[in-house]
């Protein structure tokens, strides 16, 4: 996909849907690193089941922690890998007192210091939380960028890297979550969408489906 191609690309997902959002449920920094933390292998819709009863009586990490591993345990019990993740949630939570105040960073290098947090939980929050221009690459955003031709890579930081220099600047702030819905919804990895797809046209992949 060539520069005049990626314009047009963000030029129409911009136009019908201006101001994206993501799709979990927050309130403050920590309820949003908390939910995407518990969001790893999960579902956006499973997570904000969960996390609904437990963000009304803990939203910060002083309450968390007074809730303890067990009670968070029993909380997101509907989600996968809850042992591990009810874990991590406990600890990041004393992590962020310990280091941050209880305060969510608003760097990566500190983010990714927190337990259960890797590169793509911290480009998520610096992206929705402080409005930083990052790429989280999940499973959606990776299958999109390779299939259009906007950013081939094997992995996903090699797609981040590329994504960031590809993308328009104009459109760098809101592209993760473009991406995302796109890729949710239209793009989708079993039978993508592409009659309905508004860039089609200018997408490179070879296996387009055609109204039935």
């Given amino acids: 996909m060539n520069k005049a191609e990626r314009e047009i690309f963000f030029a129409r997902l911009q136009a019908a849907n201006p101001e994206p959002v993501g799709e979990l449920n927050y309130s403050n920094a920590y309820t949003l690193l908390v939910a995407v933390v518990l969001s790893a292998q999960a579902t956006d819709v499973g997570v904000n089941k969960a996390t609904g009863p437990l963000f009304a009586v803990a939203d910060t990490p002083e309450k968390m922690l007074a809730l303890g591993e067990d009670r968070v345990r029993a909380y997101i019990k509907t989600i996968g890998l809850y042992k591990n993740k009810a874990k ?6 004393e992590q962020l007192l310990e280091n941050h105040d209880g305060q969510v960073p ?5 983010l990714e210091a927190l337990a259960g947090v890797g590169r793509k939980t ?3 929050v610096l992206n929705i939380f ?3 221009p990052t790429i989280a690459v999940d499973t959606h955003l990776f299958r999109v960028s390779n299939r259009t031709g906007l950013a081939k890579g094997k992995t996903p930081l090699e797609v981040e890297k590329k994504l960031l220099k590809r993308i328009p600047p104009a459109y760098l ?3 993760h979550h473009w991406l995302i819905l796109h890729g949710r919804y239209v793009c989708k990895a079993r039978k993508p969408d592409c009659p309905a797809c508004i ?4 997408c ?9």
Avoid: P
């Avoid at 991590?88 to 939570?93: D, H, K």
């Avoid at 490179?204 to 039935?212: D, L, P």
């Fill in 122 to 124: 911290a480009n998520v």
């Fill in 173 to 175: 702030l809101h592209a």
């Fill in 130 to 132: 402080f409005g930083q």
């Fill in 204 to 212: 490179r992949f070879k296996g387009k489906t055609v109204a039935e």
């Fill in 88 to 93: 991590n949630v406990i600890r990041l939570s």
């Fill in 199 to 202: 860039v089609s046209d200018v």
């Fill in 106 to 110: 608003d760097d990566r290098e500190s």
